[in-house]
């Protein structure tokens, strides 16, 4: 089982023995990239519908993405390995610390 993901006061974070930095800012593409991957997705009616393991792992899939999208240097795959509670965990410190981010100040879904 992985650690936990620790985040600094600054953003700074390990992940598979690398460092990372969670930036201050972000350009434009990067601000509609992260809230396009954190929307929650509804369910289509007559649409295919997800199990709740399905579901779990798509939500684990988005925030991954998500990450990667705003954090220079950060591969999807090294985040591969931690579990759906320290990648939220990871998405709540940075909505809460990176308020430009997010249009609602919290993690959606």
Known sequence: ???RLAISSDGTFEVEGNA???PFEFSAREVYSYRRLIEPIPD???GTSLNPEQRR???A???RRAAACI???LQVKSLEGLPLGQLQNMHE???AHR???SEVARLPG
């Open 20 to 22: 990372y930095l969670i």
């Open 1 to 3: 089982m992985a650690s």
């Open 99 to 101: 308020p430009n981010l």
């Open 61 to 63: 899939y988005f925030l």
């Open 44 to 46: 289509i009616p007559g």
């Open 57 to 59: 792992r798509q939500r």
């Open 71 to 73: 954090i220079p240097g």
């Open 93 to 95: 410190w940075i909505v």
